[in-house]
């Protein structure tokens, strides 16, 4: 029992570690506020990511659209570094991304147009910045009470679902 344990959590860090790849590529299309197409420097098919660390709203509910349009203007048709985790049940990498550098989450959520993707109370990678435009009532949070992805959602389900 304990082998069998011991072997499968074995298998759990190999599959971790072939998930992790970095490429350089260029983005060709933007789905949404936290969602894009790069078109790999090595050649081979366009690959769907999401940006991690972060939840921008999503495309039929407020804001979105203009999330989707901000992350077009700071990504669209420009190289990017990406650096994939691992590849979600959408079959999306799950990746930062970096143009000349700056992050395209951080830059999401300080403009106020996604959330820091916080977990079990935690406050998330990108809390400083998602605190700077509460502070400066940007994007979304011009909203006394703007609704978070997450319980845009729960309410509602995805405006994409079933294509993601």
């Not at 970095?22 to 790999?40: K, M």
């Not at 992050?103 to 820091?116: E, F, H, K, N, P």
């Amino acid at each position: 029992m304990i082998l069998h344990g011991l072997l499968l959590f074995a298998l759990c860090l190999a599959g971790s570690a072939q998930a992790r790849e970095t490429f350089a590529g260029q983005v060709t299309y933007v789905t949404d506020g936290d969602t894009l197409w790069v078109q790999p420097d090595r050649g081979g098919a366009a690959r769907k990511l999401r940006l991690t660390g972060m939840d921008a709203p999503e495309i039929c509910q407020r804001g979105g659209k203009a999330a989707r349009d901000l992350l077009a203007q700071l990504a669209l048709h420009r190289r990017v570094v990406v650096s994939v985790a691992y590849v979600d049940r959408y079959g999306r990498g799950l990746a930062t991304a970096e143009v000349e550098g700056h992050d395209l989450a951080a830059q999401m959520v300080r403009a106020g147009y996604a959330w820091s993707d916080g977990w079990r109370g935690r406050p998330g990678r990108y809390a400083a910045e998602e605190a700077y435009a509460r502070q400066a009532r940007l994007g979304v949070f011009v909203a006394l009470r703007p609704e978070s992805p997450q319980a845009f959602r729960k309410r509602h389900g995805s405006c994409h679902a079933g294509t993601r």
